[in-house]
């Protein structure tokens, strides 16, 4: 994968980098590059997030949905006419594919 091969080639003492510095690296980075492949391959919700996202017993109508780490958006339109869903991420490249698909961005 591309972490391992970045880890691979990458030589540097990860004692002396910080939290932050090893996730900008090894994870926000990451998925800037790989944001299109990763959305082409990640398009349909997962059976039990869609379940429970389209439960009026778990989420009730009029319900605020936050999805962090929303990547592509793929939950974001499950319940647009009873429920508002918010999605935030790191990644531009994915907030440009949920413009793309008609989600508001910010």
Not at 52 to 58: I, V
Request: a negative charge.
């Amino acid at each position: 994968t591309l972490i391992v091969d970045r880890l691979m080639s990458t030589a540097f003492d990860a004692s002396q980098l910080d939290a932050e510095t090893l996730e900008k690296r090894f994870v926000h980075e990451v998925y800037e590059e790989i944001a299109s492949h990763f959305s082409h391959t990640r398009h349909n919700p997962w059976p039990k997030v869609r379940a429970f996202l389209q439960s009026h017993e778990m989420v009730p109508p009029g319900s605020l949905v936050l999805d962090v780490g929303a990547g592509n958006g793929k939950y974001l339109g499950l319940r647009k006419d009873d429920c508002h869903f918010i999605g935030c991420d790191m990644s531009l490249n994915l907030l440009s594919i949920r413009r793309q698909r008609g989600h508001e961005v910010l």
